[in-house]
């Protein structure tokens, strides 16, 4: 089983950036890899990024047009989330997740998910 622990939110005027953290505990080694969703109230869960254990593979959703960074530290079994250029749509609970083989943009395929970490954008 793995236990991941989401740190890195918070408030922050539009613009600017926020840099999340995901640390993993366990048996990292039973995932195929790490994502990012959020969830804004009233709305659905949303893919944001998604990134291996292994490889340089990287993947995003399309909202984020080049202004997030998915990236690991393996030794740490970290994963982390650099947003920049944030904007008041981005504001929701992020939420770091494990996941098997499948669609790495399909919430159905992670199997264990992080308490999740505010954030907020002003305008």
């Known amino acids: 089983q793995v236990q991941l622990v989401e740190s890195g939110g918070g408030l922050v005027q539009a613009g600017g950036s926020l840099r999340l953290s995901c640390a993993a505990s366990g048996r990292t080694s039973s995932s195929y890899g790490m994502g990012w969703f959020r969830q804004a109230p009233g709305k659905e869960r949303e893919f944001v990024a998604a990134?291996?254990?292994?490889?340089?593979?990287?993947y995003y959703g399309d909202f984020v047009k080049g202004r997030f960074t998915i990236s690991r530290d393996n030794t740490k079994k970290t994963v982390y989330l650099q947003m920049n250029s944030l904007k008041p749509e981005d504001t929701a609970v992020y939420y770091c997740?494990?996941?098997?083989?499948?669609?790495?943009?399909?919430?159905?395929?992670?199997?264990?998910w992080g308490q999740g970490t505010q954030v907020t954008v002003s305008s």
């Open positions: 990134i291996r254990w292994s490889g340089s593979s990287t």
């Open positions: 997740a494990a996941r098997g083989a499948g669609d790495y943009s399909d919430p159905r395929v992670y199997n264990c």
